[in-house]
C-alpha cells in the first residue's frame, strides 16, 4: 500500500484566502484523523471520523476550520479564512484498530 | 483530561552510549500507550504499543517498557540513523476518549559519531 496520501505538501497563501488540504487514507481504514502540529503546541488532534462521520471535532480551534469526509477513500480539512497563526505542519492518519498512521504532511505558511 | 508530558526534551549521545527517554502520563484508564518516531519533514512513524503494565516491546536498538505511571524508551548502543524526535501518546478510556491520542512534545535525539 502506498501509506496515507496528503496533498499539497507546502501550501503558501495569503491572509483571508481560502484553504483546502487533501487526504486519502489507507485502504481499508475505518478511521481518519486530521492533527496540527507547531512548535509551541506540539501534535494536537482537530477532528477524528469513524466510518465517514465526524466522530469528535472539539480540537477544531474556530468556525474557520471544517473538515468533511464524502466517501471512504477520501477527506479535506477547509480553513476559511485564513490567518497567519494557521501556520503549521497539517497530518492526516488514518487506522483500522489501535494504531495510527500518519501521512507526509502538509506545511502551510499564512502570510 | 489525558495529559502527556516527555523528558529530556532534547538528548545528545555518542554512537554506542546508550539511554532511556521517559514518557509520564496521566489517564482515565489506559487503553494504550503509543512510540512514535518522527524524522525532519517526515510524519510520525509507528514504533510500538503498550497495553499494561509490565508490558515490554523490543525493535533492534529499541526497547519500550511500560509501568502505571510512566513508560521508557530504552536505547541501546544508538546509532546515527537512530536520530530523531520520540513521541509518546497515550489513548484513555475517558470522557471523549474514543480512539483519540493525547501525544507529548517529544525527545529530539541527536547520535554523533
Known amino acids: 500500500d502506498a501509506g496515507v496520501i496528503q496533498s499539497p505538501r507546502h501550501e503558501v497563501t495569503e491572509m483571508g484566502q481560502e484553504v483546502t488540504l487533501r487526504c486519502k487514507p489507507i485502504s481499508g481504514h475505518d478511521y481518519l484523523f486530521w492533527y496540527r502540529q507547531t512548535m509551541m503546541r506540539g501534535l494536537e488532534l482537530l477532528i477524528y471520523?469513524?466510518?465517514?462521520?465526524?466522530?469528535?471535532d472539539s480540537g477544531m480551534p474556530e468556525d474557520r476550520f471544517s473538515a468533511k469526509m464524502p466517501n471512504a477513500s477520501f477527506s479535506t480539512l477547509k480553513i476559511q479564512p485564513s490567518e497567519p497563526r494557521d501556520s503549521a505542519v497539517y497530518f492526516c492518519?488514518?487506522?483500522?484498530?489501535?494504531?495510527?498512521?500518519f501521512g507526509p504532511g502538509t506545511r502551510l505558511t499564512v502570510l | 483530561e489525558d495529559q502527556v508530558t516527555q523528558s529530556p526534551e532534547a538528548l545528545r549521545l555518542q554512537e554506542g552510549e546508550s539511554s532511556s527517554l521517559n514518557c509520564s502520563y496521566t489517564v482515565s484508564g489506559l487503553r494504550g500507550l503509543f512510540w512514535y518516531r518522527q524524522d525532519p519533514g517526515k510524519g510520525p512513524e509507528f514504533l510500538f504499543t503498550?497495553?499494561?503494565a509490565g508490558e515490554e516491546k523490543e525493535k533492534e536498538r529499541l526497547k519500550a517498557t511500560l509501568t502505571k505511571k510512566e513508560s521508557f524508551l530504552h536505547i541501546t548502543a544508538p546509532k546515527p540513523e537512530d536520530s530523531a524526535t520520540y513521541l509518546c501518546a497515550v489513548r484513555g478510556f475517558g470522557r471523549g476518549g474514543g480512539n483519540k491520542l493525547t501525544f507529548g512534545t517529544g525527545t529530539q535525539l541527536k547520535v554523533e559519531l
Open positions: 492518519a488514518s487506522s483500522w484498530e489501535d494504531t495510527q498512521y
Open positions: 471520523f469513524n466510518n465517514n462521520v465526524p466522530i469528535d
Open positions: 503498550l497495553y499494561s
